[in-house]
């Protein structure tokens, strides 16, 4: 490896050998992918890209999976991977986990969609509801964005007030992305606050004030590159908020698998609404929105003035039997707490080993879940990349899945159960062994 300059963040588009190397490491992941070449272009002719759900997109196009057991996916052409994604967090029981797939074909001969209240769905409330500390009442959904919009709306709802307040970069669903400008966002008059910055960000909720209804956060960014709140940030945004009577929201549609008690419990802190999803379901679609008793209660049907809740699948039976069977015997809070210490272990060992390479390359998160960041320091609020960060993160990633490695292009880390210590030390190796071999075209990319 090359000795390093001095750098600076500024990262140049054009750079020579990065676009060789670029150019090189696509045409032998198209020569060695042909079966996902060919259905690509035949799901194009249906769906506009060949998907429908925009983050699955990576150039110059994506593998098709065709079976998945663990912490392993196989795809169409034959080629295993070790899965560092765990589907964006959903994965956390990993693949095929047999007590749920036992579970879901038992269910399934019971049947299908029944019109009714089911069993599992009330012990699966109880068992969220003692599990998190903020939840006295919870209502089920389908997604993350799904119960991220009725949050906000049930926020309003209750404050009769009309504004929302978010973190620049945030991401919470779908209609609710703060990346730049999203034409498809929901039309919540909305305001933007800088992640870790509380002076700003209560200078801007007073400056709001009576016409501010929630604040919606993660108490770590997730898509935004896992980066975590200061611990001083969120308890001054619960004390400004109620200051100006507003609602706190906090979006744990991923870091509710921190620990026995999400990322509230661990802070210590109470918001009044509380979204989750992903994993929750045990591997099925899944959101569900909860908080403060007096104010999900007017989701009582019984009640004269209640709010109306619909939605066919919120209670289907599958995504209630595998929620059930997932929180209540495998992910409990003895082994959710042993399941965060072993991922702060790893990425504390892995940005030990990246720190001996001298490159401008960082890795951050909490618990299971991180993300591998370019640049002179380590990012404390999500943040626009500069020109040539997408194709360093795709050069990197093209050369891990040659490898065998599968994780997000932008380089979000999602660990599983059944992610063993030398899976990661595998993948730890092999993402070393990568950067070292761009090292020239890193630096040369993040000039001086």
């Known amino acids: 490896m090359s000795s390093v300059p001095a750098i600076t963040e500024t990262i140049e588009s054009d750079s020579t050998m990065l676009s060789a190397l670029l150019k090189s490491e696509r045409d032998l992941y198209t020569e060695n992918n042909p079966n996902s070449l060919a259905l690509h272009r035949k799901a194009k002719a249906a769906l506009p890209g060949g998907n429908t759900r925009t983050v699955l997109h990576y150039s110059p196009f994506p593998i098709t999976v065709k079976r998945a057991q663990g912490a392993h996916i196989v795809d169409v052409d034959g080629h295993q991977y070790q899965d560092f994604l765990g589907e964006y967090t959903a994965g956390l029981y990993g693949h095929s986990h047999p007590k749920i797939t036992q579970a879901l074909t038992r269910a399934l001969s019971d049947g299908l969609t029944f019109g009714s209240p089911t069993e599992q769905e009330g012990r699966l409330g109880a068992l969220i509801c003692e599990r998190f500390p903020a939840v006295e009442r919870l209502r089920f959904c389908n997604s993350g964005t799904e119960a991220n919009v009725l949050a906000l709306s049930s926020a309003r709802a209750h404050t009769g007030r009309t504004d929302i307040m978010v973190v620049d970069g945030s991401y919470h669903g779908g209609v609710l992305t703060f990346v730049g400008d999203n034409p498809l966002n929901a039309p919540f008059p909305t305001h933007r606050i800088p992640f870790n910055d509380l002076r700003t960000a209560t200078e801007t909720i007073n400056r709001v004030g009576g016409r501010l209804a929630a604040l919606i956060i993660e108490p770590m960014i997730g898509a935004g590159g896992c980066i975590p709140a200061d611990a001083d940030f969120l308890k001054g945004l619960r004390e400004a908020t109620e200051a ?31 979204t989750f999803g992903k994993y929750l379901g045990g591997g099925m679609s899944f959101g569900a929105f909860g908080g403060r008793a007096d104010i999900l209660d007017r989701f009582d049907p019984s009640r004269p003035d209640a709010w109306p809740h619909a939605g066919t699948f919120n209670n289907n039976v599958f995504s209630m039997t595998a929620g059930l069977v997932g929180l209540g015997e495998i992910y409990t809070p003895e082994v959710a707490q042993t399941f965060f210490a072993q991922g702060e272990r790893r990425r504390e060992k892995l940005a030990e080993s990246l720190s001996g390479l001298q490159l401008p390359v960082h890795v951050t998160g909490m618990g299971s879940m991180m993300a591998l960041h370019f640049g002179l320091k380590a990012p404390r609020a999500p943040y626009s990349p500069p020109p040539g960060y997408s194709d360093l993160c795709e050069l990197v990633h093209l050369k891990m899945m040659a490898k065998g490695q599968f994780y997000a292009r932008r380089g979000m880390i999602n660990l599983s159960l059944p992610v063993t ?4 030390e595998d993948f730890a190796s092999d993402l070393i062994a990568t950067l070292d071999m761009c090292s020239d075209a890193i630096v040369e990319t993040v000039s001086p």
């Open 244 to 274: 100006v009577g507003a609602l706190l929201l906090f979006d744990e549609v991923m870091t509710s698998r921190h620990g026995p008690n999400g990322l509230h419990g661990m802070y210590g802190l109470r918001p009044d609404l509380i």
């Open 421 to 424: 210590d030398s899976m990661f």
